[in-house]
């Protein structure tokens, strides 16, 4: 019986050793090998997260992807043709860039209103979709001006709007956060201010199919947008017809993030020499833009 006892006795402070050894035990035993630095490393391993930057993490020379950011609803500059393929003025441009820097183009479809969370998030690498600079001169890097582009007005044919007076008492449609928006809103311009307020409605829409959806239904009196756009959504048609007078007159460039000039150096370097073999010229003939083509 006694020996009983001690062997009982005996366990029970060999379980409390054991147990007094686990605890004792240094927290970094229990961390995976892979967390310690290299033997060879002469530098203690750093847990202090890495610097942000405030340029894409691709800005240099290493490069191998461009992704660019457009509205794919804006034809001739972005759109998707019949095929499914994302085609337009723009991507043209920025495919030779890509092809000659030995770049893969990766054409990304944003929403219109939502680009520059797109670009400062880091998801796009530029915005490169008949993309207005003025009024937007300090908000991003940009390239030089590479298109003239006007602000236009469509009506249906057998509206009876002729000008933009007769404007007055009906309803407009723009695009959301569009250079059409921005000009019929800017109180700086009286005329064209009060222009807006003769409206009975400026309606705001998601895009232009939308705008025109609604113009040929009847919904909307007219569509205020881009000339470019407006004459590649009323060739070969009849029941639409642009007004003489233009709302105002701009330029289009390529939008970078504000302070990543590396990269916007790198694509006007190839778009010069794209100038200068006669390329650029050639691409904006295929697309029926040589009239409002400003680079030089």
Not at 236 to 253: A, H, N, P, W
Request: proline content about 4%; charged content about 25%; glycine content about 6%.
């Amino acid at each position: 019986m006694n020996r009983k006892i001690t062997a009982l006795v005996l366990a029970a402070l060999m379980l409390v050793t054991v147990m007094s050894a686990c605890t004792s035990a240094p927290a970094s035993s229990a961390a995976p090998a892979s967390s310690a630095a290299p033997a060879s490393s002469s530098e203690p391993a750093s847990s202090s997260e890495p610097e942000q930057s405030s340029e894409p993490a691709e800005s240099g020379s290493d490069r191998d992807t461009f992704v660019l950011g457009f509205d794919a609803s804006f034809p001739p500059y972005g759109y998707v043709d019949e095929n499914g393929d994302y085609v337009g003025f723009d991507l043209s441009l920025a495919a030779e860039v890509c092809e000659r820097r030995g770049w893969e183009l990766v054409p990304t479809p944003i929403d219109w209103d939502a680009k520059d969370f797109e670009l400062e998030s880091g998801t796009i690498d530029c915005i490169w979709n008949g993309f207005t600079i003025n009024g937007r001169e300090d908000k991003y890097t940009w390239s030089a001006p590479y298109v003239d582009n006007s602000q236009v007005v469509i009506v249906a044919t057998d509206s009876g709007i002729d000008k933009l007076a007769d404007l007055a008492g009906k309803t407009v449609a723009v695009q959301a956060d569009s250079s059409a928006l921005a000009a019929l809103t800017d109180e700086e311009d009286e005329e064209i201010y009060s222009l807006a307020q003769s409206f009975k409605e400026l309606m705001q829409v998601p895009d232009y199919n939308t705008a025109f959806m609604n113009l040929e239904a009847g919904a909307v009196d007219a569509v205020a947008l881009d000339i470019g756009v407006a004459k590649f959504q009323i060739e070969g048609r009849d029941d639409f017809k642009m007004l003489d007078e233009e709302i105002v007159t701009e330029q289009y460039g390529v939008g970078f993030l504000k302070g990543n000039t590396e990269l916007c150096a790198q694509v006007e370097e190839t778009l010069h020499e794209m100038v200068a073999d006669g390329t650029f010229a050639k691409i904006a003939e295929d697309w029926g833009l040589s009239d409002y083509i400003c680079y030089k």
